[in-house]
């Protein structure tokens, strides 16, 4: 066998050792989420961003044209004593109804997001 086959094996085999760690490990990570209980913040909203995330390979985008999908994130202060900032991606909904400098509650499950309660008053209400 020649060195170079050699080292191709030895490359495959770091990339399967890789991902295979990455697959165990996100596993362990959500397992965890499913167990931890809600927990509750006193937050305010200190940014929020809409970032493009193409998926796709540049070859599809030449046959297809680009499609561009996006994720939100969001960037929250606690408001206790420490001013943490936690910074979340959530989903499209709940971004929408997040406005900057709102102060509120987030529930959380682990590291997972589950929702954001405000008490400022919605503009539905105030056009009533």
Do not use: C, W
């Amino acid at each position: 066998m020649n060195k170079a086959a050699i080292l191709g094996i030895a490359v495959l085999i770091i990339i399967i050792a890789s991902a295979t760690y990455r697959f165990f490990e996100q596993r362990k990570q959500r397992m965890s989420d499913d167990n931890s209980p809600v927990k509750l913040y006193m937050v305010e909203i200190i940014d929020k961003k809409e970032i493009a995330a193409n998926e796709r390979r540049s070859r599809e985008n030449d046959v297809n044209g680009p499609e561009t999908t996006h994720y939100y994130q969001v960037t929250f202060r606690l408001t206790t004593d420490e001013r943490k900032d936690l910074v979340l991606k959530i989903d499209k909904a709940s971004y929408q109804d997040i406005e900057l400098e709102m102060k509120g509650r987030l529930f959380m499950q682990g590291s997972r997001f589950i929702k954001f309660e405000t008490d400022m008053p919605s503009n539905d209400q105030n056009n009533k």
